[in-house]
């Protein structure tokens, strides 16, 4: 019986030291986020690829599925939650989630909770792909003809991603991809995040986001988050638009 009682502690023991590892590896993140925009003056290369009149996003309600699991999936969520910005603020409202317990309350949930902090608390700025944050190099070439224009974060800070914007050949901006400029933790390493996007009732959003951590101890961990528009700006998606911008049904998505 104690040997039991010994062995039920030490299982219990590791899951809380799983979770506390975990939520460090996932306490960022604009990775997940719906950012509100704002009008913005780009540095010169990348104002020649922005070249249509951009519209800010300033509302939205859109459906989002999230989920988060090991590399060994041995602890693994889902969770459903309709999420909404207006007049600023950031709210949602958990709608189904099923999985790891231990996931759902100490990942999942505490991501949307981050997220409503940093949009209501007005610090979403830090985390835009303006001037203020980055520095943009040259545009070039990728092998599928996509243009490609490097970035590099002003400072290093978990909302900000080293690495390249890649744009179609009309100059939208398709995918974000990198690494996190700064680790959110000691026990964190190698926070990859890539994030597509894709024009939604005439603006720009993100519409799938891949993030991937090696968590000392647990290993690869990887969290995805998939965003279902209602509406944009006022506007009702209809189902044909809502569509063509699955993730599914967009060049390069494999694997959503």
């Known amino acids: 019986m104690r040997g039991a009682r010994a062995a039920a502690g030490s299982g219990t023991a ?3 030291r799983f979770v506390a590892l975990w939520v460090a590896g996932f306490t960022l993140f604009a990775g997940s986020t719906v950012l509100p925009a704002r009008e913005a003056t780009f540095s010169t ?3 020649s690829l922005f070249s249509r009149n951009e519209q800010p996003l300033k509302e939205y309600r859109a459906f989002r ?5 090991t590399d060994k999936g041995d602890h693994e969520a889902w969770l459903d939650a309709w999420t909404e910005l207006k ?4 709210s949602y409202q958990i709608v189904s989630e099923r999985g790891s317990d231990a996931v759902r309350g100490k990942v999942l949930r505490p991501v949307l909770a981050r997220e409503q902090d940093l949009v209501n608390s007005g610090d979403s700025p830090k985390a835009d ?6 520095d943009f190099g040259e545009t070039s070439r990728d092998t599928d003809g996509s243009q490609v224009v490097t970035i590099r974060p002003k400072r290093s800070d978990v909302l900000l991603v080293e690495g390249r914007a890649v744009l179609d050949e009309g100059g939208d901006l398709v995918r974000v991809e990198g690494k996190l400029s700064k680790n959110p933790s000691f026990w964190t390493s190698l926070v990859n995040i890539v994030r597509r996007y894709a024009r939604v009732a005439g603006v720009r959003v993100p519409v799938a986001t891949e993030t991937t951590a090696k968590v000392k ?4 961990a990887t969290m995805q988050v998939v965003y279902d528009y209602e509406t944009v700006n ?3 998606v209809p189902v044909t638009e809502k569509r063509s911008a699955s993730p599914s049904h967009s060049a390069g998505q494999s694997g959503w």
């Open 217 to 220: 101890f647990v290993g690869n």
């Open 87 to 90: 007049d600023g603020k950031f």
């Open 14 to 16: 590791g899951l809380s």
């Open 65 to 69: 599925r999230m989920h988060a699991s």
């Open 129 to 134: 792909l303006t001037p203020a944050n980055y």
């Open 45 to 47: 290369s990348l104002a």
């Open 234 to 236: 006022g506007r009702r």
